[in-house]
């Protein structure tokens, strides 16, 4: 599965953009698909996961102002990112794995490219 995030750019704080990433397969729709970040200096870290039913986990960090969704037809997934934090400024990745929904970033197998995303204050 090839993955492509697209969406990133600069935005000042209490501001919004909308993350997308395009997957290259029809078996998508059987993929539970991530959304990590990962900041200068930092870890990876997780953000939001949806499931292949559509079942969504978040952060506790971004809960409330993030909202993940899937659109199968298009293979497509979305990170709709709302009320933006300098704190959220990352490279964002999204990633793919078969079977259930997970926060670990080691359990995916497949992952895009990243798109930085810059917050001001």
């Known amino acids: 599965v090839q993955l492509q995030a697209s969406g990133g750019g600069l935005v000042q704080a209490g501001g919004s953009l909308r993350l997308s990433c395009a997957a290259d397969?029809?078996?998508?729709?059987?993929?539970?698909m991530g959304w990590f970040r990962q900041a200068p200096g930092k870890e990876r870290e997780f953000v939001a996961v949806?499931?292949?039913?559509?079942?969504?986990y978040y952060a506790d960090s971004v809960k409330g102002r993030f909202t993940i969704s899937r659109n199968n037809a298009k293979n497509t997934v979305y990170l709709q990112m709302n009320s933006l934090k300098p704190e959220d400024t990352a490279v964002y990745h999204c990633?793919?794995?078969?079977?259930?929904?997970?926060?670990?970033?080691?359990?995916?197998?497949?992952w895009g490219q990243g798109t930085l995303v810059t917050v001001s204050s």
């Open positions: 990633a793919a794995r078969q079977g259930s929904a997970l926060s670990d970033p080691y359990k995916y197998d497949y």
């Open positions: 397969r029809r078996t998508f729709r059987s993929y539970a």
């Open positions: 949806i499931s292949w039913s559509g079942a969504t």
